[in-house]
């Protein structure tokens, strides 16, 4: 099944964010904790640009 979404609700924020070398394992891939830890990074970053600031 798809649903197509409006274009305008596709992206509601963005940012790049560099992986670090603590974030990884001996093979080289990323850490599941890390995961966690970017989506709040994002939303600290998104609630500063809406002027959220506590």
Known sequence: MKFD???KKKLIYEMVIPIRWGDMDAMGHLNNGSYFRYLETARI????????VP
């Open 45 to 52: 970053d998104w609630m500063y640009a809406i002027g959220c």
């Open 5 to 7: 979404i409006p274009e």
